[in-house]
């Protein structure tokens, strides 16, 4: 690509995709991201999800540099390019099924591995170097998957979860003051959605009368071809009748003509 080209697939990357969120500072989202991977392994892989939470290994051990660089950390370049493929087909969603399908895909390896060092360096190490068949198969798998639901269902329980956690370390006062201040904050929110009610109400009315004129002027434009089509019918009447007597009047001169010689 050409250096503008390569700029406009970032930003559709950034900001279509969604990917700018995961590097804020804060870094919020790739807390979430890695909540929801946590959990989609305790659906898909159990006994893998056990193994590791024995040991204390949370995917922000070694996932996070998955999700901050499109696995270019560590992977093949080959399997890097297949990943970018799958994220500018399925979104975001994409690297949770990658992330998902090589733990899946390695789990007997892992399970075998008895400590955090040891589990963790094989993750970060053994597991990036994919042969060919592995890779493929990963592919395959990521394109089976369908995790949408999940992810939007775990995205929202964390944020149910850290709620209550705030609340649980509050006092009676500060719980109060933060209903007041969610209280306040919607009551600000339901204002703004009114004024964009009113908005849109204005446009839609807007709207409605530029229908209503347009249907007004295909009424009339119907009326106008009708009334057109009619001039042309009746201007085609008025040509063959016009050539007829032209004909008639053509042949004339020449049935005199043939009169004359007749009578010599």
Do not use: C
Not at 70 to 93: C, H, I, K, N, Y
Not at 99 to 126: R, W, Y
Not at 160 to 173: A, G, K, P, T, W
Not at 219 to 228: D, E, F, H, R, V
């Amino acid at each position: 690509m050409s250096e503008e080209d390569a700029f406009k697939m970032l930003k559709f990357l950034m900001f279509d995709i969604g990917l700018r969120k995961q590097y804020r500072p804060d870094m919020t989202i790739l807390q979430i991201q890695m909540y929801q991977l946590s959990r989609l392994l305790h659906d898909y892989h159990r006994d893998l999800y056990n193994h590791l939470e024995e040991h204390e290994i949370g995917p922000s051990l070694y996932a996070a540099p998955w999700f901050l660089t499109m696995f270019a950390s560590q992977f093949p370049l080959g399997f890097v390019a297949r990943v970018f493929d799958m994220l500018f087909l399925q979104g975001s969603e994409a690297i949770f099924k990658v992330a998902l399908s090589l733990l899946g895909s390695h789990k007997p390896l892992i399970l075998q591995h008895e400590n955090l060092e040891t589990i963790v360096d094989f993750i970060k190490s053994t597991l990036p170097n994919l042969g060919l068949v592995q890779m493929e198969k990963t592919i395959s798998q990521v394109f089976e998957m369908d995790i949408a639901k999940q992810l939007q269902a775990y995205e929202v329980e964390y944020h149910v979860l850290q709620d209550e956690l705030i609340d649980s370390s509050l006092n009676d006062n500060q719980r109060l003051d933060k209903l007041e201040k969610a209280n306040s904050s919607l009551r600000k929110q339901n204002f703004d959605l009114l004024e964009e009610l009113q908005v849109a109400n204005g446009k839609i009315q807007n709207l409605e009368a530029t229908v209503e004129l347009l249907l007004t002027n295909e009424g009339k434009l119907k009326q106008s071809i009708l009334t057109l089509e009619q001039e042309r019918a009746a201007l085609l009447k008025a040509v063959e009748e016009l050539q007829k007597k032209l004909g008639d009047t053509d042949g004339k001169p020449l049935l005199t003509r043939q009169h004359h010689m007749d009578a010599d």
